[in-house]
C-alpha cells in the first residue's frame, strides 16, 4: 500500500471515532426548551410594545419593497450599462 492509502485509511478511522463519540454526546443533550432558542417564535422574545416594534407595524412594507425593487432596478441597469 502507498503512503498516501495509507494515510487516507488512517484519516478516515479518525474522522469515523470522532462522528461515533459525537452522536454520543448529543444523544446525552437535555431536552430544555431554554436550548431551543431557534424554534421558539420571535414574538417569546421582543416586547411588542416598544416604539420600535410599533413604528413597524405602522409602515407599509409592501411600499417599501416596491420602492427598494424599483430603485434596485433602475442602478443595476445603470451599472451593467456601463
Known amino acids: 500500500m502507498n503512503k498516501f492509502i495509507k494515510k ?3 484519516i478516515c478511522k479518525k474522522i469515523d471515532k470522532f462522528i461515533k463519540k459525537l452522536a454520543k454526546m448529543v444523544g446525552k443533550l437535555e431536552k430544555n426548551p431554554q436550548l431551543d432558542i431557534f424554534n421558539t417564535p420571535l414574538v417569546q422574545f ?8 410599533i413604528l413597524a407595524r405602522k ?3 409592501e411600499e417599501v ?6 430603485i434596485l432596478r433602475l442602478n443595476w441597469s445603470a451599472i451593467n450599462t456601463n
Not at 421582543?46 to 416594534?53: H, T
Not at 419593497?65 to 424599483?70: A, G, H, L, P, V
Open 8 to 10: 487516507a485509511i488512517f
Open 46 to 53: 421582543i416586547d411588542l410594545n416598544r416604539p420600535i416594534c
Open 65 to 70: 419593497e416596491r420602492d427598494f425593487f424599483r
Open 59 to 61: 409602515i407599509d412594507w
